[in-house]
């Protein structure tokens, strides 16, 4: 019981810091900048959920039959969110060659779709910026 009570209060204080938000402008600018990019990252969240989907669907059926890993199309989804990412644990990886050049395509897809949403936040954070400026 004492360490959910203690859990609660840290809580409490990871929410004192969102409070410290408020006093910075700097800070504020960036939320604002977010803020107005939400369309587009809502959109961009929704073609992730998309491409893991089928991505990992199509490497369910190229692998399934070879590697032992790849034992379902949920774990293939997860080997698609962590090759998107660009963390690659090493827990899945592609042994045929037909998954291996498949796998190149998604890292290649992960590595334009992880710099998609930069550019459209330093875009809003520009124009928040000069707006703030002024």
Not at 85 to 101: F, H, I, R, S, W
Not at 112 to 117: E, M
């Amino acid at each position: 019981y004492q360490r959910r009570v203690r859990g609660v209060c840290r809580i409490f204080r990871i929410v004192r810091i969102f409070k410290f938000v408020r006093h910075s402008r700097d800070l504020l600018i960036i939320m604002k900048a977010v803020s107005n990019a939400k369309r587009e990252l809502i959109l961009l969240v929704c073609l992730l959920f998309i491409f893991v989907i089928t991505f990992g669907s199509i490497m369910f059926y190229i692998e399934s039959s070879y590697n032992k890993n790849f034992s379902s199309i949920m774990r293939s989804c997860w080997w698609v969110i962590v090759t998107i990412t660009t963390v690659g644990y090493g827990d899945l990886y592609p042994e045929t060659v037909g998954g291996q050049l498949f796998g190149a395509f998604v890292l290649t897809i992960g590595i334009v779709f992880l710099a998609l949403p930069m550019t459209i936040i330093v875009s809003k954070f520009s124009f928040v910026y000069e707006r703030e400026k002024m």
